[in-house]
């Protein structure tokens, strides 16, 4: 059975960090795409970051809003996928999940919630 549980979500600052991360039992996240989304209040999910399975170079995407601020890896040891969002803004608040995908079907977390204060 694949599970995926965030963690790390909290209120945080403007301007302040925050690191979630993602740790998965039942797949091996390594041979995996895992995606960050999140979801803001009466706004739809939206891809945050990407990072593709060891195997294909672990190539990594970001979502315009976020370049530059939050860094996507994995701890293949830990069978983990993390987040580092740094210089958070009021507009990064909401529900963090990650995502991946095995034999067709899409898993997610249950979420992390993050609050950014102005």
């Known amino acids: 059975q694949v599970r995926l549980v965030e963690s790390g979500g909290g209120l945080v600052q403007a301007g302040g960090s925050l690191t979630l991360s993602c740790a998965a039992s039942?797949?091996?996240?390594?041979?995996?795409?895992v995606g960050w989304y999140r979801q803001a209040p009466g706004k739809q999910r939206e891809l945050v970051a990407t990072i593709t399975s060891v195997a294909s170079g672990n190539r990594i995407n970001y979502a315009d809003s976020v370049k530059g601020r939050f860094t996507i890896s994995r701890d293949n040891a830990k069978n983990a996928v993390y987040l580092q969002m740094n210089s958070l803004k009021p507009e990064d608040a909401g529900v963090y999940y990650c995502n991946t995908n095995l034999f067709g079907a899409d898993f997610w977390g249950q979420g992390a919630q993050v609050t950014v204060s102005s």
């Open positions: 039942g797949i091996i996240m390594s041979s995996r795409t």
